[in-house]
């Protein structure tokens, strides 16, 4: 079991970048996968970006170049570094794995204004 809480979020400007956290509530480096998705108004949640224990990264292609996942073990805390965002990347990110089940954190908004 594990408890995800996500924070950065924010207001930005189209080009600019944020960096958005996902502590978790228990060590993450024997985690097989943990993920960000995001969901934005009136449409279906989808994945961002995954990361697995082993190092590998995956990316959505609308992200793909410009957001960029990592973990840090030592703080049990996995991040997405965004930049050149676009107004299209507006929506409530959301971390999440699986250990026997899933679980989400609450979200945290990106808007990203022209």
């Known amino acids: 079991q594990v408890q995800l809480v996500e924070s950065g979020g924010g207001l930005v400007q189209a080009g600019g970048s944020l960096r958005l956290s996902c502590a978790a509530s228990?060590?993450?480096?024997?985690?097989?996968?943990m993920a960000w998705y995001r969901q934005a108004p009136g449409k279906r949640r989808e994945m961002v970006a995954i990361?697995?224990?082993?190092?590998?990264?995956n990316y959505a292609d609308p992200v793909n170049g410009r957001f960029t996942i990592s973990r840090d073990n030592a703080k049990n805390t996995m991040y997405l570094q965004m930049t050149s965002l676009k107004p299209g990347d507006t929506a409530r990110y959301y971390c999440?794995?699986?250990?026997?089940?899933?679980?989400w954190g609450q979200g945290t908004q990106v808007t990203v204004s022209s």
């Open positions: 228990r060590s993450i480096s024997s985690i097989e996968f």
């Open positions: 999440a794995t699986s250990i026997k089940g899933d679980y």
């Open positions: 990361s697995t224990s082993g190092g590998s990264t």
